[in-house]
């Protein structure tokens, strides 16, 4: 079987949230196709910057790396596509772009030999993935909208599990990092949210807030040790902007709330420093930045060997971002759950052409080969 040609689309998305104005408006897949009439559906990260036309352009750069060769050769290929950018850095964006290509590559593969990539990647652990809920609070400004959502949205959606940065002051989130302060108001505004989403959901529920990178260290130290005492948070993801390694060993060894990282690292070799140190309780690495299908199980095998549970991120891209984790975590034994965007959903079963199966916060993957999902071409914007 040969690679005969790569195809990048664009496909639109619309979220309400105040937090998605750091993000991008378009996110970016691709097809191969195969000389057997297999093909393939991959998705590129675009994170938070990188705009479709700068992603297909990069598709199109590498193309002719990829015609004529060996679908099946899912390692050599991502080796292929990593080398090359030795010289401009071959983590982020690189492994933005590799990540698209290696789970398009996963998808003919488990189409071939008609088989469920989980199944490829040896079996299922789990025949249900738990999630956690994200993105259940759009519209919502103050303490009693976020309460009225909660209820609504997570309690009769039968969710168990969700994740909100509270800290509305520090919007845009993700690329907000000044000097890592908070005001004392935007940091009770934020107290409050939290408390009364607590209230709502009850105690047993899980909350997980995001700090999205804002803080220096005694900031986060405070608000970690804040959050944890006075509402049991379940973890404190990305304290620090995600290079500090050193300031987030000091953050870990002044707090008891859980921490985790892993969104904005990039392949094994981001990880490994983090599970060496110990530095955090769960890693999230996320299939369509740090590398695919192929680099994303081998940090879960890693990070099991450190005994850490893995919890992949998923925001705010298109399906096959959750669709290729959802395969991954499959087939795991150190899982914990897997993020997903409520107000997504919805657009992305448009672009689908069977919807996504979630009933009480679990999603159910079908028996179908590959990825088990195919986007609905015609609805997609042709970039090349
Ligand atoms: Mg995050």
């Known amino acids: 079987m040969k690679i005969t040609n790569i195809k990048p689309f664009a ?11 750091s993000h991008p408006k378009k996110w970016v897949c691709i097809k191969i196709e195969t000389d057997e009439g297999i093909h393939g559906w991959g998705e590129i990260g675009t994170g938070s910057s990188v705009s479709e036309k700068l992603m297909s352009t990069a598709v199109n750069e590498v193309t002719d790396l990829f015609i004529g060769e060996n ?14 950018f030795s010289y401009v850095g071959s983590r982020g964006f690189t492994t933005s772009l590799i990540s698209g290509f290696d789970i398009a590559l996963w998808d003919i593969k488990g189409k071939y030999s ?19 809920c994200n993105s259940w609070f759009d519209g919502c400004d103050t303490a ?23 800290f509305l002051e520090m919007v845009p989130f993700h690329t907000m990092y000044q000097d890592g302060f908070i005001s004392q108001e935007g940091e009770e505004e934020g107290y409050e949210i939290v408390s009364a989403v607590r209230d709502v959901v009850g105690p047993k529920f899980e909350i997980l807030i995001d700090a999205h990178g804002h803080y220096n ?15 049991k948070i ?19 060894e002044n707090t008891d709330a859980p921490i985790c990282v892993g969104e904005r690292l990039y392949t094994r070799y981001d990880f490994l420093p983090i599970l060496e140190n110990g530095l955090a309780d769960y890693i999230m690495p996320d299939t369509v930045w740090t590398g695919g299908i192929s680099e994303t199980i ?3 095998n890693m990070a099991e060997t450190y005994n850490v549970p893995v919890s992949p991120h998923v925001i705010p891209g298109g399906p096959i971002e959750l669709i290729s984790a959802a395969h991954v975590v499959s087939a795991i034994p150190n899982f914990y759950r897997l993020e997903h965007s409520l107000s997504l959903m919805p657009k992305h079963n448009n ?12 999603f159910h993957l079908n028996n179908n080969p590959g990825l088990g999902f195919e986007l609905d071409e015609k609805k997609l914007e042709k970039l090349f």
């Open 114 to 132: 008609n088989m469920p990539i989980y199944d490829l990647l040896g079996g299922r652990f789990r025949d249900t993935v738990r999630l956690y």
């Open 234 to 252: 379940g973890w404190f993801e990305e304290p620090l902007p995600p290079e500090s390694i050193k300031g987030l060993k000091q953050v870990k």
């Open 351 to 362: 672009y689908l052409k069977e919807p996504y199966k979630i009933i009480n916060g679990e």
């Open 144 to 166: 009693k909208d976020y309460a009225k959502a909660a209820k609504t949205n997570l309690l009769d959606k039968g969710y168990s599990a969700c994740k909100l940065d509270p």
């Open 217 to 231: 260290v005694p900031n986060a130290i405070r608000l970690a040790n804040n959050l944890y005492d006075r509402f």
């Open 298 to 300: 081998k940090i879960a």
């Open 71 to 84: 679908p099946m050769d899912t390692e050599r290929l991502w080796h292929k596509l990593f080398r090359k």
């Open 11 to 21: 496909a639109q998305f619309i979220s309400l949230s105040k937090s998605a104005e």
